[in-house]
């Protein structure tokens, strides 16, 4: 019997996935709204963004028992998709993370497709920053999927990845101009692919690396770069010797203190022209629980 293609039923899967975990999570963030007013004057004027830029993670964590949960789109030529996240603070210095792994993706040679797995992860985190100006904050990272065999995908595949990054401000003045960030890492990516006759693995280092610029009290320009693995989904499965670079760059605007809406414009290595590059977008709703509970940091 000749199986469907994977592609398609692929991407029903893990968007149906995230968005329910998206959902889940906006769901019971929107419970909190309507008390944090009352608590807000007593806390100075602050804004809540996730704790990444449009892909990149950074070397922050959200605070104890804060909540962000962001929902993504990307619109190209007749297909629009969606993707979910979700962060929870703990501590101070570490959040776990609902989000996805990227890969570029290919189906019998085919142009290749960035492509999103569910995954699960924790990231732990020293806020040098708040204690010296001279030192970044740094922090790492480890997510790891959970994809299982099924009809679409004759094979199991599990992906992980292990982030290593450091984040910089520089010449911020508090309530005036912020200055810009810089932010910079590398990860570690592993797969692994089992069939009833072989097993593969793979691993390799991929460097990344991004900034953030504040033009304004309420809207700062980012862009970035990162390498993602190139993974043939056929029914043998296999990873390219090289990874390729994908770039993203654009605008985030604070809509509130708590909501936020990034707008971007993605170019990869192996677009032919401009007129192949896919927009961007992305809405996050932070809930500072923190203040809920009466918390603050040292």
């Given at each position: ?88 603070g703990l501590g101070d210095v570490a959040q776990v993370e609902l989000s996805s792994l990227r890969t570029f993706s290919t ?63 520089f010449f911020s003045k508090g309530e005036g101009w912020r200055g810009f960030r810089l932010h910079a890492g590398a990860d ?111």
């Amino acid at each position: 019997m000749e199986n469907k293609p994977r592609r398609v039923s692929y991407q029903k899967i893990s968007t149906g996935s995230i968005r329910r975990i998206f959902l889940s999570i906006l769901f019971v963030s929107l419970l909190f709204t309507s008390r944090i007013p009352v608590v807000l004057a007593k806390e100075p004027v602050q804004l809540y963004e996730p704790p990444r830029l449009f892909i990149i993670p950074v070397a922050d964590t959200l605070k104890a028992f804060d909540i962000n949960a962001s929902g993504a789109t990307t619109w190209e030529t007749g297909r629009v998709s969606f993707l979910g996240t979700g962060f929870l603070g703990l501590g101070d210095v570490a959040q776990v993370e609902l989000s996805s792994l990227r890969t570029f993706s290919t189906q019998n040679g085919d142009f290749e497709e960035l492509s999103s797995t569910p995954a699960a992860g924790v990231k732990l985190a020293l806020p040098l920053e708040e204690h010296s100006r001279l030192l970044p904050n740094i922090a790492v990272s480890y997510h790891r999927s959970f994809g299982e065999e099924n009809e679409f995908q004759p094979y199991k595949q599990q992906l992980a990845d292990l982030y290593l990054m450091a984040s910089k401000s520089f010449f911020s003045k508090g309530e005036g101009w912020r200055g810009f960030r810089l932010h910079a890492g590398a990860d570690y990516f592993g797969a692994r692919f089992e069939t009833n006759q072989t097993v593969e693995t793979k691993g390799f280092w991929r460097p990344f690396g991004g900034i953030e610029i504040w033009a304004s009290r309420y809207a700062k320009l980012m862009a970035e770069v990162e390498w993602f693995p190139r993974i043939n989904v056929d029914a043998q499965p296999a990873i390219a010797e090289e990874p390729l670079w994908m770039t993203v760059a654009g605008v985030r605007i604070f809509i509130t203190r708590f909501i936020t809406a990034d707008v971007g414009v993605r170019y990869q290595q192996d677009f032919d022209t401009i007129a192949d590059a896919k927009l961007e977008g992305k809405v996050g709703l932070a809930i500072p629980t923190h203040l809920l509970l009466g918390r603050k940091r040292d």
